[in-house]
């Protein structure tokens, strides 16, 4: 792993924020957390990679809410050169 942002999908729709801080905060410091919809992804950034890894590790198929996680690294969006985001 190479950042320490985070994926986390398969999200329930009563997760929050404060949820998420909560849960990653038991492998490190949380930096941020973006949930991004109606709760069905987020991203949480984490002080190092190191924690990152262990929160991926430990996290992934976690129930929470009734709901197993999916914790990835977060991939970067590329984008043609010169271009941003489709509108």
Do not use: C, H, W
Request: glycine content about 12%; hydrophobic content about 30%.
């Amino acid at each position: 792993m190479q950042g320490k942002t985070l994926y986390v999908g398969n999200l329930s729709s009563t997760v929050n924020r404060n949820s998420l801080i909560d849960l990653f905060s038991g492998y490190g410091s949380v930096v941020d957390v973006k949930i991004i919809g109606a709760n069905a992804f987020g991203f949480i950034e984490m002080a190092s990679q190191t924690e990152a890894e262990e929160a991926k590790k430990s996290l992934q198929g976690y129930n929470l809410e009734g709901k197993e996680l999916k914790v990835g690294e977060a991939r970067q969006k590329n984008y043609p050169r010169g271009r941003g985001p489709r509108r």
